[in-house]
């Protein structure tokens, strides 16, 4: 079956960098677009960006612009998300979701599934 | 951006009940909107997509309606594991926006 298994929760310091990975198993991995989603605590969900496993082309939220940078490794069927000069405001659970509409349609859609969440929190 | 609300925010309901939740985008989307659940430290789980198909898997007592700017999802009869947060989401364009959830707890 589909799965995405996310990587463990990660506790840095204000102006430090996180780096969460995404190991997707059950489909071809460059087939299909993934999107990263986060939700500070108590809050709703806020999309980061996408990135195409097939070629590595991303596009991001442009609140984000500048911090944000997502990679693949098709070798591992993994993407990664890091983010750079954290703050306070981006502690939050981080999720990874795959598209649900097969890259090859040349359109995007939904997101299905998701992966398990990475807590991550940022605190002096 | 578009904007997505959700009406009501919260509500309280008992098992059986039929319950309907609103989605709003700010600007017609067609039928590129998605309907999530989330449970308490859980991530959310796609329940409708095109606005009316039911993701596989998911009971039939959920359904989707609407096309444009107005949407609803309905629960038929709802169940103990239906309590949780539900989320629309619009796949019309970037950057992809959710609306700020409906919480459905119990009576």
């Known amino acids: 079956q589909v799965q995405l298994v996310q990587s463990g929760a990660e506790v840095k310091k204000p102006g430090a960098s996180v780096k969460v990975s995404c190991k997707a198993s059950g489909y071809t991995f460059t087939s299909y677009y993934m999107h990263w989603v986060r939700q500070a605590p108590g809050q709703g969900l806020e999309w980061m960006g996408i990135?195409?496993?097939?070629?590595?082309?991303?596009s991001y939220a442009q609140k984000l612009q500048g911090r944000v940078t997502m990679t693949r490794d098709t070798s591992t069927s993994t993407v990664y998300m890091e983010l750079s000069s954290l703050r306070s405001e981006d502690t939050a659970v981080y999720y990874c979701?795959?598209?649900?509409?097969?890259?090859?349609?040349?359109?995007?859609?939904?997101?299905?599934?998701w992966g398990q969440g990475t807590l991550v929190t940022v605190s002096s | 951006a578009i904007r997505m609300t959700q009406s009501p925010s919260s509500f309280s309901a008992s098992t059986g009940d039929r319950v309907t939740i609103t989605c709003r985008a700010s600007q017609g989307i067609s039928s590129y909107l998605a309907w999530y659940q989330q449970k308490p430290g859980k991530a959310p789980k796609l329940l409708i997509y095109?606005?009316?198909t039911l993701q596989s898997g998911v009971p039939s007592r959920f359904s989707g309606s609407g096309s444009g700017t107005d949407f609803t999802l309905t629960i038929s009869c709802l169940q103990s594991e239906d309590f949780a947060t539900y989320y629309c989401q619009q796949y019309y364009s970037y950057p992809r926006t959710f609306g700020p959830g409906t919480k459905v707890d119990i009576k």
């Open positions: 095109a606005a009316s």
């Open positions: 979701a795959r598209d649900g509409i097969i890259a090859a349609a040349g359109t995007w859609g939904w997101f299905d599934p």
């Open positions: 990135i195409n496993p097939s070629g590595g082309s991303t």
